[in-house]
């Protein structure tokens, strides 16, 4: 009779913990659910009402005339991010590499915080340093430009951004390669670099693979850093010193004051954001898959 | 006879545990040479320091000569260059993140040939000699963790005869395999002692009636008796062999 109560009690017991864990579960769950509905409730009307084309494909931005083309934006965004990646991903997993398999031991220590740190300094500080120093510099090296900032500018700004993201996830990965590959090379008379080169890092690639589309996360949603050395006309870049927007600034310089239809092409650039991050999301996660498989 | 490699008063310590004591084995040249003995008696460990992989664990110190063709390994000798003589099979098939074919052509490429057509007689030349060919020749491109883990185990002899070394070190390369794998890794064995000396440390006693020459049986980094291997198993010399062998310890 007693053993049964007691059996019983720590049934209801686990079964009020799993719905503690699933109320939990469920939250994240739910605030992504809100944000993909408001964001699609309120954006895809405008965009229905502008023409998906027109909206798309559109090279003019003048809200003032009603003229809501984002095509300049998308482009913006495609120049900053694929700027970001030729310059942070290089670094990031040579960096990677290095503290991975050759930094000595009382280097890292000193190493491994300054990455974590990189990680943790707010975007608004970053745009702040892009804008003393980054923009003044290039200005400098191309004086007959009007400005520094613009695509250049906001690409060495997320290059650096998307570095600690780089350097951890591929650092992690590198160091999860079992030490048999290593070994293996070792034994076939292959230096210690060759060795980390061409046997560790490529069995790791899918790590360092997914290290990198998370940094394209990133670079593509960054905004305020982006905001305060892209220059942000609304035009379609013509070479790297062109002044640029992307569309998280889009966003965010003209949410404040919008109103109308105005607004509504604001959250529909948010939605074409958002797939893009969709996009980004699900191919992270098929490489994940794809590594497992390996 | 031709001593390939001799190993004379060696002496190894990780830190201060002695784990070799006043180690001597002459190596013959073209013989399968077997270290037996319970775990943890050093014969992984000499077999290890032979083609100096145990650089890789601090605080290994070693004392003695150990000799490739007279030359000391560990005096003037480049590390590379004898890892590239004394090639190594694991206990774990190790085969690298990439293809097969790949997979052979890493350690010639490593040694600076690069033409297609030496890589390609080099990868079908090794894949013949491990007894592989047949069943890569098809799929030279996909990748080699498809393999199963005997086939693996045989690239990875593949792999450690694409360098064309003297010597082939294995530890306990049946060890993770199921008995046919076993069979057939251990008649390969036999084929290579034609062309290479070989060494190998196993558990498995009977594994070493089948295919050594001589046996070296190890106790607690003592090397107690190295003898031809019928004479090892039929008519020990020491009281010590003589009880691991009829399966009374270890």
Same mark, same amino acid.
């Given at each position: ?132 120093? @980054? ?52 034994? @076939? ?76 092409? @604001? ?14 999301? @699900? ?12 | ?250």
């Amino acid at each position: 009779m007693n053993n049964a109560s007691n059996v019983n009690r720590g049934k209801f017991r686990e079964a009020a913990v799993k719905v503690m864990f699933l109320a939990a579960a469920c939250i994240s769950i739910i605030a992504v659910a809100l944000i993909c509905v408001f964001i699609f409730a309120n954006g895809l009307p405008a965009i229905k009402e502008i023409g998906l084309k027109e909206f798309l494909l559109g090279q003019k931005w003048k809200p003032n005339a009603d003229i809501y083309g984002i095509f300049p934006m998308i482009i913006g965004s495609l120049y900053v991010t694929a700027g970001a990646i030729v310059i942070g991903v290089p670094v990031g997993i040579l960096m990677a590499v290095f503290m991975a398999r050759f930094c000595p031991q009382k280097l890292y220590k000193l190493l491994k915080p300054f990455v974590e740190l990189l990680a943790g300094i707010p975007s608004v500080v970053y745009g702040f340093l892009g804008l003393q120093l @980054l923009v003044p510099l290039i200005h400098g090296l191309f004086p007959e430009q009007p400005s520094g900032s613009g695509v250049l500018a906001a690409s060495i700004m997320l290059g650096i951004m998307i570095l600690p993201t780089i350097i951890n996830v591929s650092e992690s990965a590198i160091k999860a390669v079992p030490d048999n590959y290593y070994e293996g090379s070792l034994a @076939l008379g292959a230096t210690h670099e060759r060795s980390v080169f061409f046997a560790v890092l490529p069995a790791a690639k899918s790590g360092v693979l997914a290290s990198v589309i998370l940094g394209v996360g990133r670079a593509i949603g960054e905004t305020m850093a982006v905001v305060w050395v892209a220059g942000n006309a609304p035009i379609v870049p013509d070479s790297i010193l062109s002044s640029v927007r992307t569309l998280t600034s889009n966003v965010v310089m003209e949410m404040g004051y919008s109103t109308g239809l105005h607004r509504e092409a @604001l959250i529909g650039t948010a939605v074409v954001l958002f797939v893009f991050i969709l996009i980004i999301n @699900l191919s992270f996660s098929a490489i994940k898959r794809g590594g497992k498989k390996q | 006879m031709n001593y390939k490699m001799e190993i004379n008063n060696v002496n190894l310590f990780y830190d201060k545990f002695q784990a070799l004591k006043d180690v001597t084995i002459p190596i013959a040249e073209k013989q399968i040479t077997a270290f037996i003995g319970p775990s943890g008696c050093g014969k992984s460990t000499l077999l290890k320091s032979l083609n100096r992989m145990n650089d890789l664990i601090e605080g290994c110190l070693i004392k003695g000569k150990m000799l490739l063709d007279g030359e000391d390994i560990y005096g003037g000798m480049n590390v590379d260059i004898l890892r590239k003589r004394v090639g190594m099979v694991f206990q774990k098939p190790n085969p690298f993140s990439m293809s097969i074919y790949d997979n052979i052509a890493y350690g010639p490429r490593t040694h600076g040939i690069r033409s297609k057509a030496a890589l390609d007689e080099i990868v079908e030349k090794s894949l013949k000699n491990a007894a592989i060919w047949n069943e890569t020749k098809d799929r030279l491109k996909k990748s080699a963790l498809g393999m199963s883990g005997g086939q693996q185990q045989r690239l990875c002899i593949a792999r450690a005869l694409s360098v064309s070394p003297e010597v082939i070190l294995m530890d306990e390369p049946t060890s993770a395999l199921d008995p046919i794998s076993t069979g057939k890794i251990e008649e390969l064995m036999s084929e290579l002692k034609k062309e290479y000396t070989v060494i190998i440390v196993t558990h498995n006693m009977q594994q070493a009636t089948r295919i050594s020459d001589t046996t070296a049986f190890f106790l607690l980094g003592e090397m107690v008796e190295h003898n031809v291997t019928r004479e090892i198993f039929s008519n020990p010399k020491e009281k010590r062999t003589e009880d691991y062998i009829t399966g009374r310890f270890g």
